[in-house]
C-alpha cells in the first residue's frame, strides 16, 4: 500500500483516488505523523430489471412497430371520447 504526503495528496488528488480505487485503499502521512487511510466505498450497483429479459427475434420492421403503436394511440384517444 502506498503512502503520499499531505502535499502529494493535495496536487495530484484525483490520480490517488483513481490508484485507491484500483488498490483498495491509499494512506496520506502529514506532517505530524498523523496517517489517514482513504478507501472507495463500496456500493450496490442497480441493475435494471429489463436486463434478464431475453430479447424476441420476431422479424417485425421499426416502420411495422410504429404503425402499431400509432394505430392504438389513436384507437384509445377514439374511445375516450
Sequence with gaps: MK??????????????L???????E??????DGSIFTVRPL???VKKSPFETVK?????????EIVDIVR???ERNYN???
Design 26 to 31: 491509499i494512506r496520506i502521512r502529514r506532517r
Design 18 to 24: 483513481d490508484e485507491a480505487s484500483k488498490t483498495g
Design 71 to 73: 394505430e392504438s394511440r
Design 55 to 63: 430479447g424476441l427475434d420476431l422479424d417485425v420492421s421499426m416502420d
Design 42 to 44: 463500496k456500493q450496490k
Design 3 to 16: 503512502t503520499y504526503t499531505y502535499t502529494q495528496a493535495r496536487q495530484k488528488l484525483a490520480s490517488i
Design 79 to 81: 374511445f375516450k371520447k
